[in-house]
């Protein structure tokens, strides 16, 4: 009996060893890390603040950053809302992506500012890895919802 038994230990324990330790993971749709940010440093074409001036955005080395500046973390955000806002007329519409960051500044202060995409697939790419880059996703915005932030 004490034969067999270790046997069949043996068999079991060479088994495992030549399989390996069983993963659940998705495979080759995995992407690693949660929260990874796909196209680290690649640059989005924006239109930023009051002025609505052109600027360049990106996520690099876990920052968020606008133009030449330093960025900021995400441990720095207060709040996101996005909206689709259509303009026009009857003739002629059109539409854009407006995002709304709430956030304290690298001295400390409370400051707000605005992105917007005027290019769909831009905005799409730019949103997943912004809500990537939070740790979330974004919700439709209704009256008075908080879209993401902190509660």
């Known amino acids: 009996m004490n ?31 949660a929260n990874v940010i796909i196209n680290d440093g690649k640059i989005y074409k924006a239109v930023c603040g009051k002025e609505e001036v052109d600027c360049n955005v990106k996520f ?6 606008v133009g030449d500046g330093d960025g900021i973390t995400k441990e720095q955000v207060a709040g996101v809302t996005t909206e689709k806002i259509h303009t026009g007329d009857f003739l002629s519409s059109w539409h854009f992506y407006e995002y709304r960051i709430k956030y304290t ?14 290019n769909d697939k ?24 908080k879209v993401f932030g902190k509660r």
């Open 3 to 33: 034969k067999v038994f270790l046997a069949t230990a043996s068999l079991f324990s060479i088994a495992s060893i030549l399989c390996g330790p069983a993963e659940a993971d998705l495979g080759d749709a995995d992407l690693g890390e």
């Open 105 to 118: 500044s690298n001295e400390g202060n409370e400051k707000a500012a605005s992105l917007r995409f005027y």
């Open 60 to 65: 690099k080395d876990g920052r968020f950053i």
């Open 122 to 145: 831009v905005n799409e790419e730019f949103r997943r890895n912004f809500a990537y880059w939070l740790g979330g996703d974004f919700r439709e915005m209704g009256p008075d919802q």
